[in-house]
């Protein structure tokens, strides 16, 4: 679905009440723009981002774009000497080496966590701090469970999965930052959930093309959600996507509920039983927690 085709449903979708009317409004006009990013993100993200959607982007292109960022530079540092990601635990000293060990997707993943850093920090959006953090800790344990399950279940890249999941809720991140200036709609939790269950896949979506992200995180990050999608042909990051939400989930919740046969779908998805995941989440759990801390999660 284009910007302009989803500007266009969520209008006709928006809920009979002027608040809602309102911002259902004002966001499909910023959809149909096809321009859609999240606040307070950094100058030197969005040139991160451009120099990445370039399929000939070289490493010391990347290099230079973020040592102009000092903070930036040192989150990536961070996550190039994670546990998780170094694993000979011999030490990286300079950026050429870091952007060369890690590759593209982990700079990308660093990019976002700073970009959600500031985003935090920014004095227009702290009374939105407790519902930011919840949405970047769900991001993170999601990223390093994606990460894990990429790797020990399939054939796909642990670092793409592990990106794939960092940028799972962003259409929530969006609309939560949006709505804040519609206080009215703010007080109405109903019509507020409503509008991020129904849309916030397509958000993200929107935003990530904006992004320029490669096709199969879209997809994913669009997709993760629709358990009635077909299940053939080759395992897909939204299969992976799709369980790592599931178990966080059941993690969060671990009585039993309607969400579980959305999670044994998933598992026999990846053909993994039960045992199998438990076994290679507990053997994980410092790999976890390294990915978690590096992302600041």
């Given amino acids: 679905m284009s910007a302009t085709e989803m500007a266009s449903t969520l209008e006709m979708r928006a809920l009979p009440n002027t608040v809602t009317f309102g911002f259902v409004k004002a966001l499909a006009a910023e959809l149909s723009k096809g321009q859609v990013d999240l606040p307070s993100v950094p100058e030197v993200v969005i040139k991160l981002q451009r120099a990445l959607s370039d399929e000939n982007a070289s490493n010391e292109t990347v290099v230079i774009v973020v040592s102009s960022e000092p903070m930036l530079a040192a989150k990536l540092m961070t996550m190039a000497n994670s546990a998780a990601l170094n694993p000979s635990d011999r030490k990286i000293a300079d950026l050429r080496t870091a952007v060369a060990r890690v590759g593209f997707n982990i700079v990308r993943s660093a990019a976002l966590s700073f970009a959600i850093e500031q985003l935090r920090k920014s004095a227009e959006y702290q009374h939105l701090t407790p519902q930011l953090d919840v949405m970047w800790k769900s991001a993170v344990q999601i990223a390093a469970l994606s990460h894990v399950i990429a790797r020990r279940f399939t054939s796909l890249n642990g670092d793409t999965a592990l990106l ?41 979506r929107a935003v990530l093309e904006n992004w320029r992200m490669p096709e199969e995180i879209v997809e994913a990050v669009g997709g993760y959600e629709d358990m009635d999608r077909e299940l053939r042909g080759p395992v897909t990051l939204t299969d992976v996507l799709s369980l790592a939400t599931q178990l966080e989930r059941h993690q969060n919740s671990p009585e039993r509920g309607p969400d579980d046969d959305y999670l044994i779908k998933s598992l026999q998805r990846l053909q993994v039983q039960p045992f199998d995941i438990h076994t290679v989440l507990d053997e994980s759990a410092e790999e976890i927690a390294a990915l978690k801390s590096a992302l600041g999660g």
């Fill in 164 to 204: 794939t999941g960092l940028m799972h809720n962003v259409g929530r991140i969006y609309i939560l930052t949006r709505a804040s200036k519609f206080p009215a709609l703010m007080a109405d939790p109903l019509s507020f959930n409503s509008i991020t269950r129904d849309w916030h896949m397509n958000v993200a």
